[in-house]
Every structure is written in structure tokens, then in C-alpha cells.
């Protein structure tokens, strides 16, 4: 990371400070405000406010014209590069201490992450995990509500994680975290690339943009650390081109440093040869052969026991709302997944095809996020209805945009012919009883976009809602 020289200092530099915040609404007395300029919210409009509230010494790209007394400001070119750093400091470089292993991609980071998480923890080692879903200081839970905290949360996690006498962190490295710098400041181990698809297109406006963010964090990786990407994606040559890490390799379909192989599938799990091994596992999915296989490889380049990491990893089951499936007491099974990117869904879907008997039929619920990339909706559509029998299009997030909106988008990806298919449903909840209600003994309901969420957005009031609870609890009325 470059250096950013200070421009100036206004005050007294060697004043005793005692927190550091990004957020403003967090300042306590006697405490450091790092002023960034957001996507929606600029930083620097909430200096008078935290000085109110105790904040001693701001750091800034631009000093107010106004300066108080008693105050330190502190003027680089720019905050966000600052902040991990900064933190990393402040909190005696945590992650240095720890190895930490870094998942990036569009699809299977919450996966392997987790499962990364849980396995070394079997195996007798206090671990971290930064997801998703939940951040977790050995068996300790912190709420998550980004797939990558800011630079300050991540470093306070890390600095749990040493005094918690954890040895591994494993985290979600988003394309939003690279770019905006949250990661900056962190001592990576290594890294691991899972497959880049369409997604994000709303924040990163073209996929070469994209694609060259996800790329920064394998170039920035250093000599003595690894990188793992994956061979069967067109894009994990690119990734590790210009790495100073060393490279490897996983693959389902050529040679690599880490092969798979699925042996058999059933709705409970899949048999897998890995490097000339067997084992049994309880996810389901060629796309999940593919997490297992990366979480297999990253644990040999962790120096675990190979024989340990397959005897552990066999018994792990599946993250939170991803392939989860019930079964009703009808024999209709439903499979509720966090797919809510085009290629994710194809995986699913494609995964369920294989499962499904011949006579019986795939029933898919899905919707699309508001206030987000408006370029994947009738690609989903039009997925879903080509590889399922029927489609129910339904509400997710609408978050601040209609949700009858979001569907008619969704439906300009349908012909004429697969417009048959599809129904229309706005409020989930009925969209997903309507499906429970269509499928007979031996068919397939997806139930695809949301996963582990256990809310929904509308007009930008979150709800409780659970796709999980709400399939058990239409299952139940069927007993």
C-alpha cells in the first residue's frame, strides 16, 4: 500500500487518545474520527458533531475553515487508505500475529470460509471467522452486517481473535471491501479465488472493472504468502497473474495441484475422490464439490494433516441457507439457497436436475434485490424458467424500489414460451405457500435469493422474515 504523506497538522500532535471510529455515531471521549467520504455519506459533514461529542484529534481530507481550540487535525489525500493502517496500529498488528486466509470471488466465499472456520476448529485450533452471515471470535458470535466489516471493525475482531489465543482467521474479502480499502492494513497468509460472474455490476458499473478490483488482492499479496484459484473458471489464471504469492491450483475438470471428482450424488450428500482419496460429504452440488475441494486444498497449504482434514471435513454440514432442503410429510422436498446471482442460480438449479426423477417437476421461487444491479434481473428470469417446470416470480429485497417493478424487469428476459411457465406473486410468503401448494410427491421447490437472511427490506423497513421458517411452517399445515 502507498504511503500518504500528511499534508498538515493543525494542534497539538502528541495528545493521549483512546479510541479510533469511522462511524460517528460510535465517538466517545477522548477519540480519533476518521473522516471518509462514503458511496452515500460523506464523513467530513459530521466533524462539528463529534467533536461535540468528544472526539479529540480528526483525521481528514479537507481541514474545516472553522478549527476549535484543544482540537488535532490531522490533513492527508485521502482517509479511506489511512484507516487500516491506522487501526492496525492502534491495535498492535492483530492479524500479524494470526494467519489469515482471505476468500474472494462472486460465489462459495460464505462457504469456505465457514467450513474453513469449522474444520480447523475440529481439529483442536481456536480460529476466527469474518462472513456474511456471522463473524466469530473462536466460539464466540459478533453480528455481521457487511460481507467485509470496515478496516476499524476488522482489525478489532482480529485483535478478539489474538487475545482469545486464536491462530487462524478466515474472511470474505468482497470487491466493495478492496475497493473502498477496508482491508487495508491486514497481513494475509494467503488468499483463495473461487469463480467471477455476473454480480455488483450496480457499484463496479463494467465487469472488467470488477474483475480487475478482484485481482488487487492477489497482486498486493506478498512473497512468502499462497494463493489458491480456481483452474476451472476462465478467470483464475487472470487472478494470479502478477502475484508475488505462490500460486496453486484446484480443479473438478483438469490437472491442478489440488483434483476432485464427484463419484455419486443423493439429496443428502456426495461421494468425492480428492487427490486420489475418498470421502463423503453432506453438501450436495457440483459447485459445492468445487468449495469442498478449495477448502481441502487450503487446509494441505495451512500444513493440517491430510488424513485429519478428510476424516473432519466429511462430517461438516452445510452453511446457513445454503442447499438447505425439508422434506414434508407428502414427500415434497424444498431447497432453500442464498443464489441470487445468475450463475449461482444455474448451479442450484442445475444441481436439483440431477436429483430430481424423471416424472417429477422443479418448482422455482425467486425474486431480485432493489437498489442493486438492475442488469441480472432478466437474466434470472429467464434462467429459472429454462430449468424449471414452473416459476413463481416474487418480491426479495425491494429495499426502495417497488417490488411489482423489479418483476416487470425481470419478466423482459421471458419470451412468449417460457412466459407459460411463470406465475406472479408479489408477497413472498404466498409465493412460497402457492409453490408448497403445486408440488406433488418427488418434486423439487427452490426456493432461491435470501438464504440465511431472516429479514426483508421493503421501502427501507426490515421485517423479520425467514424463507426457512416460513417453508417449515407450510409443511407443518400439510401434518
Known amino acids: 500500500m502507498q504511503n500518504i504523506p500528511v499534508i498538515q497538522i493543525v494542534g497539538n500532535p502528541d495528545i493521549p487518545v483512546y479510541r479510533i471510529y469511522i462511524d460517528s455515531r460510535c465517538i466517545t471521549k477522548n477519540s480519533i474520527f476518521i473522516a471518509i467520504k462514503g458511496g452515500q455519506v460523506d464523513g467530513h459533514s459530521f466533524i462539528e458533531q463529534v467533536i461535540k461529542d468528544g472526539a479529540k484529534a480528526i483525521i481528514c481530507e479537507t481541514i474545516p475553515e472553522v478549527t476549535k481550540s484543544g482540537i488535532t487535525y490531522v490533513q492527508v489525500s485521502d482517509t479511506t487508505l489511512l484507516a487500516g493502517p491506522i487501526a492496525d496500529s492502534y491495535f498492535d498488528h492483530p492479524s500479524a500475529k494470526l494467519k489469515v486466509v482471505g476468500i474472494t470471488g462472486t460465489n462459495g466465499k460464505t462457504t469456505i470460509a465457514t467450513l474453513l472456520y469449522k474444520l480447523f476448529r475440529r481439529m483442536g485450533q481456536r480460529s476466527g471467522l469474518i462472513s456474511t452471515v456471522v463473524n466469530y471470535v473462536d466460539s464466540k458470535s459478533f453480528d455481521s452486517t457487511h460481507t467485509t466489516p470496515d478496516a476499524i471493525q476488522i482489525h478489532k475482531l482480529m485483535h478478539k481473535m489474538v487475545e482469545a489465543g486464536c491462530r487462524y482467521c ?8 478492496i475497493a473502498q480499502h477496508r482491508i487495508n492494513g491486514i497481513t494475509f497468509s494467503g488468499g483463495v479465488f473461487t469463480n ?32 489458491l484459484t480456481n483452474a476451472d473458471d476462465k ?20 490437472m491442478s495441484d489440488y483434483n476432485a471428482s464427484i463419484l455419486e450424488s443423493h439429496i443428502d450428500g456426495m461421494l468425492l475422490n480428492i487427490n486420489g482419496m475418498e470421502m463423503w460429504t453432506r453438501l450436495i452440488g457440483k459447485f459445492n464439490a468445487s468449495n469442498i475441494l478449495a477448502i481441502y486444498s487450503t487446509a494441505i497449504l495451512l500444513d493440517a494433516d491430510k488424513e485429519k482434514v478428510m476424516l473432519e471435513l466429511s462430517d461438516l ?21 442464498y443464489a441470487h446471482t445468475p450463475d449461482a442460480l444455474v448451479n442450484v438449479l442445475q444441481t436439483i436436475k440431477q436429483l430430481v426423477k424423471k416424472d417429477n417437476k422443479i418448482i422455482t421461487v425467486v425474486g431480485a434485490g432493489g437498489n442493486r444491479d438492475k442488469t441480472k434481473r432478466p437474466v434470472m428470469a429467464k434462467i429459472s424458467a429454462e430449468l424449471s417446470d414452473k416459476v413463481i416470480l416474487t418480491s426479495d429485497n425491494p429495499r426502495n424500489e417497488l417490488a411489482e417493478d423489479i418483476i416487470a424487469d425481470m419478466k423482459t428476459g421471458l419470451d412468449a414460451e417460457l412466459s ?19 408440488a406433488l410427491k418427488g418434486d423439487i421447490i427452490l426456493v432461491a ?16 422474515f425467514d424463507d426457512r421458517e416460513v417453508v417449515k411452517e407450510i409443511f407443518n399445515e400439510k401434518k
Do not use: W
Open 170 to 177: 478466515f474472511m470474505e474479502v468482497s470487491s466493495h471491501a
Open 317 to 337: 454440514t452445510a452453511v446457513d441457507g445454503r442447499f438447505e432442503y425439508f422434506t414434508s410429510v407428502d414427500g415434497c422436498t424444498a431447497v432453500v439457497d
Open 420 to 438: 407459460k411457465k411463470v406465475l406472479t406473486i408479489v408477497d413472498r410468503r404466498e409465493a412460497i405457500r402457492a409453490a408448497c401448494q403445486f
Open 235 to 254: 478467470n483464475g489464471k487472470v487472478m494470479t497473474q502478477n502475484t508475488k504469492s505462490k500460486i496453486n491450483t484446484y480443479s473438478l475438470h483438469s
Open 449 to 464: 435469493g435470501k438464504g440465511h437472511e431472516t429479514y426483508q427490506e421493503v421501502n427501507g423497513v426490515k421485517a423479520h
Open 196 to 227: 467471477l460472474t455476473h454480480d455488483h455490476l450496480d457499484y463496479h458499473k463494467t465487469f472488467e472493472e470488477y474483475l480487475s478490483v478482484k485481482k488487487k488482492f492477489f497482486d498486493d499479496l506478498p512473497q512468502n504468502t499462497f494463493s
